[in-house]
């Protein structure tokens, strides 16, 4: 596989895949988990041949899915918090939602700003650090607003968590980005990043 793939070096992943199930006499999916084992173990990289241009361009590629997911998660709180009967059906996913919002997605958000490359951590770190961070973060924001006029109650928790997931998150995808913008200048600079 790995003679393929350096025979096919500019190739998109469907041809690789598509030579390798001619040459190898394996199904596509066997030649699909092979590349991936291959990308995993170091051997090959994925490139995009045409990246985002532009901060806002980033924003709506699919590099950032997860934020995207983090928004409508938030979004499902807050519809579940304002919007939605307080009955049985809809409290179990107000409670499962409001632990995850306070449970993980503030932690996730900071460990994204802070560690925005896939390889810095692996995902069990990732989950362990956003859970702590997390258990870090919302007491910080609770003693903040004690001492506001707002008080501590569910409206100004819910706004300051949300302002501070969204912020932390939004951080992180333009980190992420610059990170993306200083891969490309390596490339077409002969650095191979």
């Known amino acids: 596989m790995l003679k393929i793939v350096k025979k096919n070096r500019e190739a998109r992943v469907d041809q690789v895949i ?8 394996v199904e596509r999916y066997e030649a699909a988990r092979l590349i991936y084992k291959l990308k995993d173990l170091g051997y090959i990289r994925f490139i995009d041949p045409n990246p985002p241009r532009s901060l806002l361009k980033y924003f ?60 810095d951590l692996s995902q069990l770190e990732r989950l ?8 870090a973060l919302v007491p910080l924001v609770g003693l903040i607003l004690n001492y506001t006029p707002w008080g501590i109650r569910l409206t100004p928790i819910f706004t300051s968590l949300s302002l501070l997931t969204l912020g932390l998150a939004s951080g992180a995808v333009a980190r992420k980005y610059s990170l993306l ?6 490339r077409r600079h002969g650095g191979g990043g």
Not at 88 to 99: C, D, E, K, V, W
């Open 60 to 119: 709506f590629s699919s590099h950032v899915v997860w934020f995207w997911l983090l928004v409508g998660s938030v979004m499902m709180i807050f519809l579940l918090i304002y919007l939605m009967p307080q009955k049985p059906p809809f409290t179990y996913l107000r409670y499962g939602f409001g632990s995850l919002f306070v449970l993980y997605l503030p932690g996730a958000a900071l460990i994204e700003l802070l560690y925005p490359k896939p390889k």
């Open 18 to 25: 598509e030579e390798a199930t001619i040459r190898l006499r």
């Open 181 to 186: 913008k200083l891969e490309i200048i390596s």
């Open 128 to 135: 362990a650090l956003s859970i702590g961070l997390s258990l």
